[in-house]
């Protein structure tokens, strides 16, 4: 009994033994790796690593310029010449962002956010209210670097894209008063003037951002108001060439009454862009645009003497707009008004060549 009861020992230990060095044998050192280029995902699925190495020069700041105007012909932008005392529907803004361990910081000086107008009743016409927008790459040492995306031929490697993220309503938004004819909120233009460090007003560069569509300079506009929302703004490294990738659009002449139907560089980019090239660290500037630019076509006759009633006696469109600024600005109701009063009633420069041009 004694014997039979030390053989079955024996054997279960024998079995224990063979058992952890089977185990050991299949350590997560001998198990299957993934590829290379595969990583895992928080619920235990493989997906392919996107992440590429850019080739190119890496900046060191970023300078972002938007001016708010019109067009004299498509797509020759003009600043528009506001009134000195309207302080917050029209002014230059400029947003810089740092290269700090390989991401873009936005810089303490900049606006809290990028403001705008829509444009939703003239929306794609040349009356629209349009933002141009340009950014300019500078060295460590502050040397503009734009010319090492475009020159010798880089300029078929590159292209900015801009999309959308995080688009929410403001409180008062109202579907039917702010974009009844369902717009899409945001349009890019792609300008690009050749030669790249040339105006096409003031020297005889040409627009070329629709055969070229590269994104250093352009037009933003915003079909309907009232939203807040953050613009990406994302810069291509094509290996292989970045190709061309349109949509039908259109332009309204307001002055000659016709519309033109081109096809345009789309400005966001496709699912094999994303997954296939590589992109540098992603510009985020946050978004509020407020009222549109109809709203500034009051139904106000005399001013002098809508400054002296109270809101409450203002026409209700009016009062809408100043709450609207009220609320994004912080501001009082009298600094709302005066934004309208001196649209109307302000003195403004003079409408030549001093103000930005493409």
Same mark, same amino acid.
Request: with cysteine; net charge negative.
């Given at each position: 009994?004694?014997?039979?009861?030390?053989?079955?020992?024996?054997?279960?230990?024998?079995?224990?033994?063979?058992?952890?060095?089977?185990?050991?044998?299949? *350590?997560?050192?001998?198990?299957? %790796?993934?590829?290379? /280029?595969?990583?895992?995902?928080?619920?235990?699925?493989?997906?392919?690593?996107?992440?590429?190495?850019? $080739?190119?020069?890496?900046?060191?700041?970023?300078?972002? $310029?938007?001016?708010?105007?019109?067009?004299? #012909?498509?797509?020759?932008?003009?600043?528009?010449?506001?009134? !000195?005392?309207?302080?917050?529907?029209?002014?230059?803004?400029?947003?810089?962002?740092?290269?700090?361990? #390989?991401?873009?910081?936005?810089?303490?000086?900049?606006?809290?956010?990028?403001?705008?107008? *829509?444009?939703?009743?003239?929306?794609?016409?040349? &009356?629209?209210?349009?933002?141009?927008?340009?950014?300019?790459?500078?060295?460590?040492?502050?040397?503009?670097?734009?010319?090492?995306?475009?020159?010798?031929?880089?300029?078929?490697?590159?292209?900015?894209?801009?999309?959308?993220?995080?688009?929410?309503?403001?409180?008062?938004? /109202?579907?039917?008063?702010?974009?009844?004819?369902?717009?899409?909120?945001?349009?890019?233009?792609?300008?690009?003037?050749?030669?790249?460090?040339?105006?096409?007003?003031?020297?005889?560069?040409?627009?070329?951002?629709?055969?070229?569509?590269?994104?250093?300079?352009?037009?933003? *506009?915003?079909?309907? #108001?009232?939203?807040?929302?953050?613009?990406? =703004?994302?810069?291509?490294? &094509?290996?292989?060439?970045?190709?061309?990738?349109?949509? %039908?659009?259109?332009?309204?002449?307001?002055?000659?009454?016709?519309?033109?139907?081109?096809?345009?560089?789309?400005?966001?980019?496709?699912?094999?862009?994303?997954?296939?090239?590589?992109?540098?660290?992603?510009?985020?500037?946050?978004?509020?645009?407020?009222? !549109?630019?109809?709203?500034?076509?009051? !139904?106000?006759?005399?001013?002098?003497?809508?400054?002296?009633?109270?809101? &409450?006696?203002?026409?209700?469109?009016?009062?809408?707009?100043?709450?609207?600024?009220? *609320?994004?600005?912080? =501001?009082?109701?009298?600094?709302?008004?005066?934004?309208?009063?001196?649209?109307?009633?302000?003195?403004?420069?003079?409408?030549?060549?001093?103000?930005?041009?493409?």
């Amino acid at each position: 009994m004694k014997q039979n009861l030390i053989k079955s020992m024996m054997l279960l230990a024998t079995m224990l033994l063979l058992a952890i060095t089977f185990t050991a044998c299949n *350590s997560e050192d001998d198990l299957p %790796k993934p590829k290379k /280029d595969e990583v895992e995902n928080k619920d235990g699925a493989q997906k392919k690593d996107e992440t590429k190495k850019i $080739e190119g020069v890496m900046p060191a700041k970023v300078v972002i $310029e938007l001016y708010q105007g019109h067009l004299h #012909g498509f797509p020759h932008f003009h600043q528009n010449a506001l009134p !000195d005392s309207c302080k917050y529907m029209g002014s230059p803004q400029k947003f810089i962002y740092n290269m700090v361990d #390989g991401q873009w910081v936005a810089d303490k000086s900049n606006p809290k956010n990028l403001y705008a107008l *829509s444009s939703n009743v003239y929306q794609n016409d040349l &009356a629209a209210c349009y933002y141009a927008i340009t950014l300019t790459y500078f060295d460590k040492d502050g040397n503009n670097i734009n010319g090492k995306f475009i020159e010798k031929g880089q300029d078929q490697k590159y292209q900015h894209f801009f999309v959308v993220k995080d688009l929410k309503a403001l409180s008062d938004f /109202d579907a039917a008063l702010d974009n009844p004819k369902k717009h899409e909120f945001v349009r890019y233009d792609y300008v690009d003037p050749t030669p790249w460090n040339k105006t096409m007003h003031f020297d005889e560069a040409k627009s070329t951002g629709l055969e070229n569509p590269l994104g250093f300079k352009g037009m933003l *506009s915003f079909g309907y #108001g009232r939203h807040t929302c953050t613009l990406n =703004i994302m810069l291509m490294e &094509a290996k292989n060439g970045k190709g061309k990738h349109t949509h %039908k659009t259109v332009i309204k002449d307001s002055i000659y009454k016709y519309d033109k139907e081109y096809d345009a560089p789309d400005f966001t980019p496709t699912e094999e862009q994303l997954k296939n090239e590589a992109w540098y660290p992603t510009i985020s500037i946050p978004v509020v645009v407020h009222i !549109d630019r109809k709203e500034l076509e009051t !139904d106000v006759d005399d001013w002098d003497e809508a400054k002296e009633l109270p809101m &409450a006696q203002l026409p209700a469109s009016l009062q809408r707009s100043m709450k609207t600024l009220m *609320s994004v600005f912080g =501001i009082s109701e009298k600094k709302a008004f005066n934004e309208f009063y001196f649209n109307e009633e302000g003195t403004r420069p003079n409408h030549d060549s001093s103000s930005f041009w493409f």
